[in-house]
């Protein structure tokens, strides 16, 4: 199971980290990414990160902006946002996958496991 937290209101220009967590699974293994969906809109990747936390993967949206990082011995994986713009409100989801690479790390289909969103409203 995999919840996000850490949504909230905050200014243009302004930061917030989000907190996905794992339960009841060791998502060690797994690589993770972070989708957002704004009204109205399609589902969009956002972020993604290797089991070892190696490698990342980045939508050109939030490139230098958005830093994903993770916690293996806390089964959490986090999404540092800066710099933020109204147009990336939205509900923020995290997926997780046993396996990703370069082609299908930012496709929706790779993730088996998806938590509940919180939403992220950044005001102008």
């Known amino acids: 199971q995999l919840q996000a937290s850490g949504g909230g209101l905050v200014q243009a220009g302004g930061s917030l980290r989000l907190s996905c967590a794992a339960s009841?699974?060791?998502?060690?293994?797994?690589?993770i990414a972070w989708f957002r969906q704004a009204l109205g809109k399609e589902r969009e990747f956002v972020a993604a990160i290797r089991w070892s936390g190696g490698i990342t993967y980045y939508a050109d949206s939030v490139k230098g902006r958005f830093t994903i990082s993770r916690d293996n011995a806390k089964n959490t994986v986090y999404l540092q946002m800066n710099s933020l713009k109204p147009e990336d409100t939205a509900v923020y989801y995290c997926a997780a996958a046993p396996r990703i690479i370069t082609s299908t790390a930012r496709m929706i289909t790779s993730y088996d496991y998806w938590g509940k969103g919180t939403l992220v409203t950044v005001s102008s």
């Open positions: 009841g699974r060791t998502f060690s293994s797994y690589a």
